[in-house]
C-alpha cells in the first residue's frame, strides 16, 4: 500500500474527530443555551403563578373582611330591631285582640318555603282561633327571619362581588 495513502487517511479521520469535536462544543453550547432558557422560563412561570395567587389571595381575604363586617353589622341590626318589637309591641294595647292560628300558620308556612294547608292545626283549633303566640313574639319571629333573608342576600351579594374581582 502507497504511504501517502495512509497519510491521507490519517488525515481524513484526524479532521473528522476533529470536526465532530468542534460540532460537539456546538451542539452542546446550545443545549446548554436551550437548557438555561428553560430554566429562566419556569422561574417567569412560577413567579407569575406565585403573583396571580397573591393577587387571588388579597382579593380573598378583602371578601373575607367585607363580608365578616357586613355579617356583624347586620345581627347587631337584627338585635336593635328586636327590642325595639318587644319595646313597640305593647300587649296593653292589643288586649282585645290576639294573634290568630290562620295568621300563624300562614307566617310559618312562608318562613318554611311551604304552603299554610301542609300545616296542622291543635286539636279543635280553626285559624279564626287564637294562637298561643303574642304579637310581640310573632314581631320577632318576623324580624329575625328577615334579618336570615338580608344575611342571605349579603352573602350572595359578596360571593357575586367575589367572582367578579376574580374575573378582573
Not at 11 to 19: E, M, R
Not at 47 to 65: M, P
Not at 117 to 139: F, H, I, N, Q, Y
Amino acid at each position: 500500500m502507497n504511504p501517502l495513502l495512509y497519510l491521507k487517511l490519517g488525515a481524513l479521520v484526524i479532521g473528522a474527530v476533529v470536526v465532530a469535536g468542534i460540532t460537539h462544543r456546538v451542539d452542546n453550547a446550545r443545549y446548554e443555551k436551550l437548557v438555561a432558557s428553560y430554566a429562566q422560563a419556569q422561574a417567569t412561570a412560577l413567579q407569575a403563578a406565585l403573583d396571580e395567587q397573591k393577587r387571588l389571595d388579597g382579593i380573598a381575604t378583602a371578601a373575607a373582611q367585607r363580608e365578616a363586617a357586613s355579617q356583624a353589622a347586620m345581627t347587631a341590626h337584627v338585635k336593635r330591631q328586636l327590642a325595639e318589637a318587644k319595646r313597640h309591641v305593647v300587649v296593653q294595647n292589643l288586649s282585645r285582640t290576639c294573634v290568630p292560628y290562620g295568621l300563624v300558620r300562614v307566617l310559618d308556612a312562608a318562613a318554611s318555603g311551604r304552603l299554610a294547608e301542609r300545616l296542622s292545626l291543635p286539636a279543635r283549633k280553626s285559624d279564626a282561633d287564637c294562637s298561643t303566640v303574642g304579637w310581640a313574639d310573632l314581631a320577632g319571629s318576623i324580624i329575625g327571619n328577615y334579618g336570615t333573608s338580608l344575611a342571605n342576600a349579603e352573602q350572595l351579594n359578596a360571593l357575586i362581588r367575589f367572582y367578579r374581582d376574580v374575573r378582573k
